[in-house]
């Protein structure tokens, strides 16, 4: 499985919604303002994968991040370098070439890395606020 090196978690208290945003990824507002066929990367949760019988091995995956929703398509000569991470990844990275007609944007992918590392991590801290925000709730409450 292929893991992001470069990514980096943000200091504690900094507020969920600045991340998780791996550097040099564009939010899915922000994709109308590449030219067409620019080399960018983009991330965000699986919401879907499709590989529909008529596409001829193609494969369709919908990512999900805090702006709105990146439509990806994935080659078969892609899939078949990175199988791992398009079949098993939760969150992914996915780098390629912006594509755009009749007012749909697609990115074809050209690299594809499994982050969903970070993900866990996000839940985790998550869950570390959850319950320190219970403890606190409860302490206040004077049920402590």
Known sequence: MRVAQNLTLPPPGTPARDWPRPPSCLRACDLNAPPVNA????????????????????IFITLEDETGVVNIIVWRHIYERFR??????????????????????HVLAE?????SLLLDQLL?????????????TETWDGRK
């Open 39 to 58: 080399r960018i990367a983009v991330a965000g949760l699986v919401i879907l994968r499709q590989r529909p019988g008529t596409a001829k091995g193609v």
């Open 84 to 105: 791992r991470a398009v079949v098993a990844g939760r969150m992914l990275r996915v780098t390629g070439r912006m594509q755009r007609a009749h007012s749909v944007t």
């Open 111 to 115: 690299e594809i890395e499994d982050i």
């Open 124 to 136: 985790a801290e998550d869950t570390g606020r959850q319950m320190a925000a219970e403890a606190r």
